[in-house]
């Protein structure tokens, strides 16, 4: 299918003796165009303040990536607007926005590295997808299903070759340090999690150690960039940095959490890919505190053993509920929001301010 | 097998309450030191001879390769060491160091730019063998065979990045550009690659597009980062520039001649990876273009029905002698390796620019 795919794209322009390769980007368009549609709530009220905020630039970003994936490859735009097309909540280049907005910021710098930094993130959740094996995304078949992994991988290392041209392309040093230092802390948080797959002793610590790095150091980068660019001083710029790593770490607890949520699962929402993949969170991890001596052998098979039957993803589900497990993890969710707001005592009060407090607040109680 | 080598490499540091992962780099060490052991012949002189005159950078480099793989999480100094330590030529680190000798530059930015183009070449590399399913690299196991896919596409991501905060730690703009436009043309050129895969009707120009970007442009880039970083005019870093992507396509025209070579089989050497894969290389485009009707459907049934006999690997190497497509890919490297030195006419004479004459005149006999 993929090959057949590829190959029935391919046009050959004898004129120039060269490949090309021609791709309607209606679709992505048209789907870069609706990207965001949220549930109501009053998380989905914050993100549409926010949205709101940065209207104008959430478009230039938009165009800004649809160019980054023009190739006359077909797969690639096929491929990279098939995810980045799908949508999702835009949190990370909002973040990027709303901080150059903050201090101020003339110019399109922050437009290129609020691009740069969903393509950082799209081309991670490309890669993700394959080492999870991952069925669906954002309500869609993932791309490894539809094109293949191989597809997959290649078009991920395009994605994230691009985003670092776009940051290039700001020839501010400074951003250029923090962010391809992000993609690496990134990357050696996709291998730690690997590494602690399917060992359900795993600890706190080493989950938040998974988690600062996998999800946190994008959101840190992506606050710390905006402000860098529009010269705020070192102090604010680390306050928008500790904002952006705090939410970053409530927004994946909270993540977590809805994996292993009855209310969820009762709302014809995905849940239990975590636990199909044996991947340590924390709900687990404070199950498996928690857990008598035969919850500790259902644990210990379902996850080191990857020995799951049918009806396992209920009773995990039921374990975490009843050991307050649940509870627990939203309440750490809670106080690193909480931290993400107090960062921001610092910075200049306004709409800005007043719209990542809101994000911050309503973080937890988020069902989507 | 994959987990179980993770978890015991996994120790709690109770005073810190952090992970710490320990992993003794002795082994990549010594597999860094014998690097580049090469066979005798021609172009085994002129490798030896470049390698002379960069003898002490290369070292600093290797180091430096060494700095960028260390990481707490013991997996990807594992992978990464397993691949960069096996050794290889280190060309393309040759091409930039040469290339800042013969313009006189003072400074340890080539070091990290040689490092940073070898980095980009391994976590290539560590992807293309995932893409590929290759069993064997250099002599050894694969990553992907020893550790898993999963960890090679990982760690390949994560040792691009770290390539890119090196490139970055020169604080040179114009590099970053040239080899953050290469990286992207690089990932290009592979997805290019996959498309054309089991099309047997694919052309000399695909061909060279492929080419071109997966191969030539890295070289291409070595070679012009090393004049930049000089203060060598336009003019010149171009010309290494052109010498890079000439000797480039050159090389990758024998590695797939190579790959085709009956006296590489009687050599004892693997062959028939291109073939099993259906890669579309030149040997094959030729061989195709002068193919009868039996031998045409020969080709359509191995390459595009992906039907492959036990004996069709000797019948493919019998067609591509007797056809004559071997010599007529051996001829048009000859034409490159000459365009090679003839881009360098405008460089600076001296032992600097001998030694990568040799590299091109030799290329094209090269067994290895």
């Known amino acids: 299918m993929t090959a057949d795919f590829a190959i029935t794209n391919v046009r050959i322009s004898d004129s120039r003796g060269e490949i090309s390769l021609v791709l309607a980007l209606k679709d992505i368009e048209q789907k870069l165009a609706s990207a965001g549609n949220a549930p109501t ?16 630039d959430l478009g230039r970003v938009d165009r800004e990536i649809m160019d980054c994936l023009k190739s006359d490859v077909a797969m690639i735009p096929a491929v990279g607007g098939h995810l980045i097309g799908a949508g999702g909540k835009r949190l990370r280049p909002l973040l990027t926005l ?38 669906m995304r954002r309500g869609e078949s993932t791309a490894n299903t539809i094109w293949g992994n191989k597809e997959s991988v290649l078009v991920g290392d395009f994605i994230f070759s691009r985003s670092f041209e776009l940051m290039v392309a700001t020839s501010d040093l400074q951003v250029l340090k923090i962010l391809s230092h992000a993609a690496g802390v990134i990357a050696e ?11 359900i002793k795993s600890t706190f610590e080493m989950y938040l150690a998974v988690v600062k790095a996998k999800t946190a150091a994008l959101f840190a980068a992506a606050g710390e ?17 500790q904002y952006g790593e705090y939410l970053g770490i409530a927004f994946q607890l909270v993540d977590d959490a809805l994996d292993y949520s009855g209310r969820q699962a009762s709302l014809g929402k995905s849940v239990g890919d975590d636990f199909r993949e044996g991947k340590m969170t924390l709900p687990v991890v404070y199950a498996f505190s928690q857990a008598n001596d035969e919850e500790r052998a259902f644990w210990t098979r379902t996850f080191n053993d990857r020995h799951q039957q049918a009806d396992d993803l209920e009773k995990a589900i039921e374990l975490v509920e009843s050991t307050g497990a649940l509870q627990a993890t939203l309440a750490r969710a809670q106080d690193f929001a909480e931290q993400a707001i107090s960062a921001l005592d610092i910075a200049p009060a306004g709409t800005q301010r007043d719209a990542l407090i809101a994000i911050a607040k309503s973080s937890v109680q988020r069902e989507y």
């Open 41 to 56: 709530g009053e998380f989905a009220d914050a993100v549409a303040t926010l949205r709101g905020l940065c209207l104008d």
């Open 98 to 135: 709303c901080a150059a907005n903050m201090f101020g910021y003339q110019g399109r710098n922050h437009i290129r590295l609020a691009a740069a930094v969903e393509l950082i993130h799209g081309a991670t959740l490309l890669h993700d997808d394959v080492v999870d094996e991952s069925k």
């Open 189 to 199: 948080g996709e291998v730690l999690q690997l590494a602690t797959q399917n060992n």
């Open 225 to 241: 960039v905006g402000a860098v660019i529009s010269g705020a001083s070192a102090k604010e710029s680390q306050a928008l940095r």
